[in-house]
Each structure stands twice: as structure tokens, then as C-alpha cells.
């Protein structure tokens, strides 16, 4: 029922992949020209290139994080239904991940406070539209 998002991430994930490794592949080739401009005795362009080389690899290092970030986020996405539990007596609310077999007043283990049973009093699915994030092109 929930599973309907593995696709997604997993597309993002090996798109970005691919977009680091070229990346990286393209940091490193350009670090291997500066060693050999820098032998050559061309240090301007051996400078030059070790710079770019490294601007990659930072690059590189910046993308896999955000793509990281966004995975987690599409998993927290995955699972938005709530259940509120609530104790009568005390007013004690608790609430936690939906589970399987739950359903509003159904009556759980016994309140942390008073020690009287608690009850589901609410199950809903949290929305939370934030503005999206653009497509990346
Ligand atoms: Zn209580």
C-alpha cells in the first residue's frame, strides 16, 4: 500500500550516480594532466587544472550529500499516517507510526502516567506540501 515510491528514489539515486561519476572521473582526469603539466614544467596550466580537479571532487562530494538528504526524505514521505493515543483520564497524548490492526478506540497498553488504558482517538495522514522542490532539468 505504502510502497509505491521505491522507483522514484531509486531513479534519482543511480541519475545522480552517474552524474558523480562522470564528475569525479572528470576531477581526476584533469588532476592527472596537472602532474604531468606540472613535469612538463607548465606550472600556470598544472595550477589551473588542480583546480578544477578539485572543484569536482567538492562538487561531486556536495551532490551525493543532497541526493542523500532527498532519499530520506522521500522515506520519511512514505509513511505520513499518524495514530494519536490518548488516556481519558489523564489527558496523556502520545503519538506514534501508524501500525497494522489500528483503529480509532481501539484501547492499548496502559497510560505511562495514571496507569489507566489508553485509546486510539485519532488516525490521519499528515500532509505536509512545503512548495516543491523544482525537477532537477
Ligand atoms: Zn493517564
Given at each position: 500500500?505504502?510502497?509505491?515510491?521505491?522507483?522514484?528514489?531509486?531513479?534519482?539515486?543511480?541519475?545522480?550516480l552517474?552524474?558523480?561519476?562522470?564528475?569525479?572521473?572528470?576531477?581526476?582526469?584533469?588532476?592527472?594532466?596537472?602532474?604531468?603539466?606540472?613535469n612538463?614544467?607548465?606550472?600556470?596550466?598544472?595550477?589551473?587544472?588542480?583546480?578544477?580537479?578539485?572543484?569536482?571532487?567538492?562538487?561531486?562530494?556536495?551532490?551525493?550529500?543532497?541526493?542523500?538528504?532527498?532519499?530520506?526524505?522521500?522515506?520519511?514521505?512514505t509513511?505520513?499516517i499518524?495514530?494519536?493515543?490518548e488516556?481519558k483520564?489523564?489527558?496523556?497524548?502520545?503519538?506514534?507510526?501508524?501500525?497494522?490492526?489500528?483503529?480509532?478506540?481501539?484501547?492499548?497498553?496502559?497510560?505511562?502516567k495514571?496507569?489507566?488504558?489508553?485509546?486510539?482517538?485519532?488516525?490521519?495522514?499528515?500532509?505536509k506540501?512545503?512548495?516543491?522542490?523544482?525537477?532537477?532539468?
Open positions: 500500500m505504502s510502497r509505491t515510491t521505491p522507483n522514484a528514489s531509486s531513479r534519482i539515486s543511480s541519475t545522480a552517474i552524474m558523480i561519476f562522470i564528475t569525479l572521473a572528470l576531477s581526476l582526469t584533469a588532476l592527472i594532466l596537472a602532474v604531468t603539466s606540472f612538463i614544467g607548465n606550472e600556470v596550466v598544472a595550477e589551473y587544472l588542480l583546480l578544477i580537479g578539485l572543484i569536482g571532487i567538492a562538487l561531486s562530494g556536495y551532490v551525493l550529500l543532497q541526493t542523500r538528504r532527498r532519499i530520506m526524505r522521500l522515506r520519511i514521505e509513511q505520513p499518524t495514530t494519536t493515543i488516556c483520564k489523564c489527558g496523556f497524548k502520545s503519538i506514534r507510526e501508524f501500525q497494522r490492526g489500528d483503529y480509532v478506540f481501539k484501547e492499548l497498553e496502559p497510560c505511562q495514571c496507569n489507566d488504558k489508553m485509546m486510539i482517538t485519532a488516525i490521519y495522514r499528515e500532509v506540501e512545503k512548495g516543491r522542490e523544482p525537477a532537477s532539468p
